[in-house]
Protein backbone atom coordinates (compact mmCIF):
# COMPACT_ATOMS: atom_id res chain seq x y z
CA UNK A 1 0.00 0.00 0.00
CA UNK A 2 1.15 3.89 -0.96
CA UNK A 3 -0.05 7.07 0.72
CA UNK A 4 0.12 10.12 -0.50
CA UNK A 5 -0.21 13.61 1.53
CA UNK A 6 -2.83 15.88 -0.32
CA UNK A 7 -4.53 19.39 0.56
CA UNK A 8 -7.21 17.46 1.64
CA UNK A 9 -6.02 14.68 3.61
CA UNK A 10 -4.47 10.97 2.91
CA UNK A 11 -4.61 9.31 -0.27
CA UNK A 12 -4.27 5.53 -0.46
CA UNK A 13 -3.46 3.55 -3.42
CA UNK A 14 -4.25 -0.40 -2.88
CA UNK A 15 -4.38 -3.43 -5.54
CA UNK A 16 -4.74 -0.75 -8.53
CA UNK A 17 -7.33 1.29 -6.68
CA UNK A 18 -7.09 5.04 -4.96
CA UNK A 19 -9.57 6.25 -2.59
CA UNK A 20 -9.49 9.58 0.11
CA UNK A 21 -8.70 7.82 3.73
CA UNK A 22 -10.84 9.52 6.92
CA UNK A 23 -9.83 13.57 8.25
CA UNK A 24 -8.62 11.09 11.49
CA UNK A 25 -6.23 9.20 9.22
CA UNK A 26 -3.02 11.79 9.50
CA UNK A 27 0.69 11.14 8.73
CA UNK A 28 1.39 11.10 12.83
CA UNK A 29 -0.98 8.49 13.64
CA UNK A 30 -0.28 6.10 10.51
CA UNK A 31 3.37 6.63 12.58
CA UNK A 32 2.02 6.43 15.99
CA UNK A 33 0.46 2.68 14.74
CA UNK A 34 1.77 -0.54 16.21
CA UNK A 35 0.69 -2.06 12.67
CA UNK A 36 0.70 0.67 9.96
CA UNK A 37 -0.23 -1.38 7.26
CA UNK A 38 -3.19 -3.33 8.61
CA UNK A 39 -4.50 -0.02 10.26
CA UNK A 40 -4.44 1.63 6.37
CA UNK A 41 -5.89 -1.75 5.17
CA UNK A 42 -9.25 -0.89 7.79
CA UNK A 43 -9.23 2.30 6.79
CA UNK A 44 -9.07 1.95 3.07
CA UNK A 45 -12.59 -0.36 3.04
CA UNK A 46 -14.23 2.73 4.18
CA UNK A 47 -12.45 5.18 1.80
CA UNK A 48 -13.74 7.17 -0.59
CA UNK A 49 -13.30 6.16 -4.42
CA UNK A 50 -10.88 7.97 -6.66
CA UNK A 51 -9.93 7.20 -10.36
CA UNK A 52 -6.21 7.64 -9.72
CA UNK A 53 -3.19 9.21 -7.85
CA UNK A 54 -2.78 12.67 -6.99
CA UNK A 55 -1.35 14.91 -9.35
CA UNK A 56 0.46 17.00 -6.60
CA UNK A 57 1.31 15.38 -3.26
CA UNK A 58 2.87 16.90 -0.76
CA UNK A 59 5.92 15.44 0.95
CA UNK A 60 4.69 12.79 3.05
CA UNK A 61 5.90 14.08 6.78
CA UNK A 62 4.02 15.52 9.22
CA UNK A 63 6.12 16.13 12.87
CA UNK A 64 8.85 13.55 11.79
CA UNK A 65 12.15 14.57 11.59
CA UNK A 66 14.89 13.79 9.05
CA UNK A 67 18.24 12.35 9.58
CA UNK A 68 20.58 10.32 7.10
CA UNK A 69 23.64 7.86 7.03
CA UNK A 70 26.38 8.84 5.20
CA UNK A 71 28.96 6.51 3.84
CA UNK A 72 26.92 3.66 3.31
CA UNK A 73 27.82 2.31 -0.24
CA UNK A 74 31.36 2.17 -1.13
CA UNK A 75 31.01 4.69 -4.26
CA UNK A 76 30.05 7.02 -1.22
CA UNK A 77 32.82 6.36 0.28
CA UNK A 78 35.71 7.19 -2.61
CA UNK A 79 33.94 10.51 -2.86
CA UNK A 80 34.42 11.42 0.14
CA UNK A 81 38.00 10.07 0.03
CA UNK A 82 38.34 11.94 -2.57
CA UNK A 83 36.80 15.22 -2.14
CA UNK A 84 38.52 15.57 1.32
CA UNK A 85 42.16 14.35 0.50
CA UNK A 86 43.55 18.34 0.73
CA UNK A 87 41.52 19.08 3.99
CA UNK A 88 43.02 15.81 5.19
CA UNK A 89 39.97 14.08 5.86
CA UNK A 90 40.57 10.97 3.75
CA UNK A 91 41.65 8.86 6.51
CA UNK A 92 38.87 10.27 8.40
CA UNK A 93 36.10 8.53 5.57
CA UNK A 94 38.23 5.74 5.16
CA UNK A 95 37.64 4.60 8.53
CA UNK A 96 34.20 5.73 9.03
CA UNK A 97 32.74 3.49 6.18
CA UNK A 98 34.77 -0.08 7.77
CA UNK A 99 33.94 0.96 11.29
CA UNK A 100 31.39 -0.67 13.18
CA UNK A 101 29.57 2.41 13.78
CA UNK A 102 27.63 3.96 11.22
CA UNK A 103 27.89 7.54 10.46
CA UNK A 104 24.32 9.45 11.05
CA UNK A 105 23.59 12.75 10.94
CA UNK A 106 20.35 15.74 11.46
CA UNK A 107 19.45 16.26 8.14
CA UNK A 108 15.75 18.62 8.52
CA UNK A 109 12.86 19.39 9.90
CA UNK A 110 9.68 19.11 8.32
CA UNK A 111 9.81 22.84 7.55
CA UNK A 112 12.69 22.49 5.66
CA UNK A 113 11.30 19.90 3.34
CA UNK A 114 10.46 20.36 -0.05
CA UNK A 115 7.16 18.13 -1.94
CA UNK A 116 7.52 16.81 -5.08
CA UNK A 117 7.39 19.73 -8.04
CA UNK A 118 8.92 21.86 -5.78
CA UNK A 119 12.42 23.79 -5.50
CA UNK A 120 14.70 22.35 -3.73
CA UNK A 121 17.84 25.23 -2.40
CA UNK A 122 21.28 25.34 -3.52
CA UNK A 123 23.61 27.61 -0.78
CA UNK A 124 24.95 30.65 -2.24
CA UNK A 125 27.89 30.25 -0.67
CA UNK A 126 28.65 26.85 -2.04
CA UNK A 127 29.67 26.15 -5.47
CA UNK A 128 29.76 22.24 -5.78
CA UNK A 129 26.59 21.11 -5.11
CA UNK A 130 25.01 17.75 -6.27
CA UNK A 131 21.39 16.05 -4.95
CA UNK A 132 22.41 12.57 -3.28
CA UNK A 133 19.21 10.19 -4.16
CA UNK A 134 18.67 7.60 -1.31
CA UNK A 135 16.16 5.12 -0.22
CA UNK A 136 14.60 6.71 3.03
CA UNK A 137 13.12 4.35 5.81
CA UNK A 138 9.95 5.38 7.78
CA UNK A 139 10.70 4.51 11.51
CA UNK A 140 7.96 4.42 14.27
CA UNK A 141 8.51 5.56 17.52
CA UNK A 142 9.33 2.10 18.78
CA UNK A 143 12.51 1.76 16.08
CA UNK A 144 10.26 -0.78 13.81
CA UNK A 145 10.84 0.39 9.80
CA UNK A 146 7.35 0.11 8.29
CA UNK A 147 7.70 1.99 5.12
CA UNK A 148 9.89 3.00 2.45
CA UNK A 149 10.32 6.88 0.34
CA UNK A 150 12.63 8.36 -2.27
CA UNK A 151 14.80 10.68 -0.86
CA UNK A 152 16.90 13.46 -2.41
CA UNK A 153 19.80 14.41 0.47
CA UNK A 154 21.09 17.94 -1.18
CA UNK A 155 24.77 18.19 -0.35
CA UNK A 156 27.35 21.46 -0.71
CA UNK A 157 30.41 19.28 -1.56
CA UNK A 158 33.00 21.91 -1.49
CA UNK A 159 31.93 23.34 2.44
CA UNK A 160 32.25 19.56 3.40
CA UNK A 161 35.61 19.17 1.50
CA UNK A 162 37.04 22.05 3.40
CA UNK A 163 36.60 20.48 7.26
CA UNK A 164 34.56 17.14 8.06
CA UNK A 165 33.19 19.89 11.01
CA UNK A 166 31.80 21.52 8.23
CA UNK A 167 29.43 18.62 7.99
CA UNK A 168 26.03 20.17 9.05
CA UNK A 169 26.27 23.70 6.87
CA UNK A 170 26.99 21.29 4.33
CA UNK A 171 23.99 19.48 4.31
CA UNK A 172 21.22 21.45 6.71
CA UNK A 173 19.88 23.97 5.40
CA UNK A 174 16.36 25.23 4.11
CA UNK A 175 15.05 22.68 1.60
CA UNK A 176 18.14 21.17 1.81
CA UNK A 177 15.68 17.82 1.48
CA UNK A 178 12.85 16.42 -0.68
CA UNK A 179 10.64 12.98 0.43
CA UNK A 180 8.36 11.69 -2.02
CA UNK A 181 5.96 11.64 -4.12
CA UNK A 182 4.58 8.65 -1.32
CA UNK A 183 5.36 6.34 1.37
CA UNK A 184 5.09 2.54 0.71
CA UNK A 185 4.05 0.75 3.21
CA UNK A 186 5.42 -2.38 3.60
CA UNK A 187 6.28 -4.99 6.01
CA UNK A 188 9.03 -6.22 3.65
CA UNK A 189 11.71 -4.36 2.58
CA UNK A 190 12.41 -3.64 -1.36
CA UNK A 191 13.97 -6.66 -2.93
CA UNK A 192 17.88 -5.95 -3.49
CA UNK A 193 18.11 -5.63 -6.45
CA UNK A 194 16.02 -2.76 -6.67
CA UNK A 195 17.37 0.50 -8.56
CA UNK A 196 17.61 3.89 -7.58
CA UNK A 197 18.03 6.18 -10.89
CA UNK A 198 18.65 9.84 -10.64
CA UNK A 199 18.30 12.05 -14.16
CA UNK A 200 19.47 15.81 -14.05
CA UNK A 201 18.10 18.28 -16.66
CA UNK A 202 19.14 21.44 -17.98
CA UNK A 203 17.16 23.37 -20.49
CA UNK A 204 15.53 20.25 -21.35
CA UNK A 205 18.61 17.82 -21.93
CA UNK A 206 20.27 15.59 -19.78
CA UNK A 207 22.94 16.80 -17.93
CA UNK A 208 23.47 13.51 -15.71
CA UNK A 209 22.26 10.08 -15.48
CA UNK A 210 23.31 7.37 -13.10
CA UNK A 211 21.48 3.84 -11.05
CA UNK A 212 22.54 1.83 -8.48
CA UNK A 213 20.99 -0.69 -6.48
CA UNK A 214 20.27 -0.98 -2.91
CA UNK A 215 22.09 -4.43 -2.65
CA UNK A 216 25.06 -2.11 -2.68
CA UNK A 217 24.47 -0.45 0.67
CA UNK A 218 26.77 -2.12 3.19
CA UNK A 219 24.86 -1.63 6.18
CA UNK A 220 21.77 -3.40 7.30
CA UNK A 221 18.89 -1.38 7.30
CA UNK A 222 17.44 -2.43 10.85
CA UNK A 223 21.47 -1.98 11.48
CA UNK A 224 21.13 1.70 10.93
CA UNK A 225 17.97 2.48 12.63
CA UNK A 226 18.99 0.28 15.97
CA UNK A 227 22.22 3.03 16.06
CA UNK A 228 19.94 6.00 15.26
CA UNK A 229 17.80 5.04 18.63
CA UNK A 230 20.16 4.33 20.86
CA UNK A 231 19.87 7.06 23.49
CA UNK A 232 17.49 9.04 20.91
CA UNK A 233 14.14 9.27 21.56
CA UNK A 234 11.53 9.87 18.47
CA UNK A 235 7.87 10.20 19.95
CA UNK A 236 6.35 10.98 16.51
CA UNK A 237 8.91 8.29 14.52
CA UNK A 238 11.39 9.64 12.02
CA UNK A 239 12.38 9.34 8.32
CA UNK A 240 16.16 7.86 7.63
CA UNK A 241 18.26 8.26 4.45
CA UNK A 242 20.44 5.44 3.79
CA UNK A 243 23.17 6.84 1.75
CA UNK A 244 23.89 7.34 -1.85
CA UNK A 245 25.28 5.25 -4.44
CA UNK A 246 25.53 8.07 -7.27
CA UNK A 247 27.34 10.49 -7.31
CA UNK A 248 28.06 13.16 -10.38
CA UNK A 249 31.51 13.78 -11.29
CA UNK A 250 33.78 16.53 -9.74
CA UNK A 251 32.89 19.19 -12.77
CA UNK A 252 29.40 18.59 -12.01
CA UNK A 253 27.78 21.40 -9.92
CA UNK A 254 23.72 22.01 -10.16
CA UNK A 255 22.72 25.45 -11.26
CA UNK A 256 19.47 27.38 -10.88
CA UNK A 257 16.76 25.75 -13.18
CA UNK A 258 17.81 22.47 -13.31
CA UNK A 259 15.09 19.61 -12.92
CA UNK A 260 16.11 16.52 -10.99
CA UNK A 261 14.52 13.34 -10.97
CA UNK A 262 15.15 10.30 -8.88
CA UNK A 263 13.06 7.09 -9.53
CA UNK A 264 12.94 3.97 -6.66
CA UNK A 265 11.57 0.94 -8.47
CA UNK A 266 8.41 -0.28 -6.58
CA UNK A 267 8.24 3.27 -4.92
CA UNK A 268 7.71 5.92 -7.30
CA UNK A 269 9.52 9.32 -8.95
CA UNK A 270 10.32 12.30 -7.18
CA UNK A 271 10.73 15.36 -8.90
CA UNK A 272 11.93 19.00 -8.10
CA UNK A 273 13.60 21.95 -9.75
CA UNK A 274 16.76 23.67 -8.05
CA UNK A 275 16.83 27.29 -7.20
CA UNK A 276 19.30 29.35 -5.12
CA UNK A 277 18.66 29.74 -1.37
CA UNK A 278 17.09 33.11 0.07
Not at 30 to 52: I, K, T
Not at 107 to 131: E, M
Request: with cysteine; aromatic share 10%.
Amino acid sequence: MKIYLTSSGLVAEHDGRFGKLGSAVTIDRVFAEENPLRYLLGEFSAAEAMQRAPEKPFAPIQSQEIWAAGVTYLRSRAARVAESTEAGGALFYDRVYDAARPELFFKATPHRVASPGQSVFIRRDSKWNVPEPELTLAINARGEIFGYTVGNDMSSRDIEAENPLYLPQAKVYDRSAAIGPCILISDTAPPPTTEIKLGIARGGKSVFEGATAIERIRRPFKELAEYLFRANAFPRGCFLMTGTGIVPPDTFTLQPGDEIEISIDGIGTLKNFVEFSA
